[in-house]
Structures are given as C-alpha cells and as structure tokens.
C-alpha cells in the first residue's frame, strides 16, 4: 500500500432479497376493452441498495464507506459483497474472510 487516504474507485453495492416482484399484463379487445389480466411474479431474485459502497485504494484493495463518504474500513479486503442492507462479507484472501455491518463492527 503506498497511501492508504488515497481512493482510485468507489462502488454502490447490490444485495439480493427474498422479496418476489409481481406484473400485470393487461389483455384488450379491438375495442380497447379490457378483457383480462394475467399477474406473473418475477424469477430472478430481487436486488436492493446496501447502505455502504466499497472503495479501492490501491489495485485490489478495498474499504468500506458510508453513502456520505465517511471511510468505514481501512483498505485491507481483497473484495467486499454485500449480504444484506447492512452486511458485508469482506474477504481477507481468496478463501477467509469476515462479515461486517455498516460501522465495521464484525458480526460473530
């Protein structure tokens, strides 16, 4: 690490949710009567806005920070997922790492 203040790239994070979206599809005549509707839910898990984005410090590197820009972490993970609105897994290496919450508190 050459300066741990300095930041090349921040990132907002997705998390997925159990949530399922719903559409309707509406069914018309040729009058433009509706005829009908179908509501269909979604496949693919719904995604959110976790509260913290990751920064990179130097080339692989990174940190947790708030939205407003308040540096959480220092840059010591080799990658940051979020799990939740207010949980990140923060890898060490490419198989230890630790979860996190919002104010960098690990979570046992």
């Not at 300095?6 to 990132?11: D, F, P, R, T």
């Not at 290496?93 to 960098?104: F, P, T």
Request: overall charge negative; some cysteine; glycine content about 10%.
């Amino acid at each position: 690490m050459i300066a741990d203040f300095l930041i090349s790239n921040v990132e907002g994070m997705m998390y997925d949710t159990d949530e399922i979206r719903y559409t309707t599809a509406k069914n018309y005549d040729d009058d433009g009567k509706l005829t009908g509707e179908i509501v269909e839910a979604e496949p693919t898990p719904y995604q959110k806005t976790a509260s913290c984005k990751k920064y990179e410090a130097e080339v692989g590197w990174y940190g947790l920070m708030s939205s407003n820009g308040k540096v959480i972490t220092p840059p010591r993970y080799s990658d940051i997922t979020a799990i939740g609105y207010d949980l990140y897994l923060c890898k060490t290496d490419d198989v230890r790492g630790e979860v996190l919450n919002g104010k960098g508190v690990r979570i046992r």
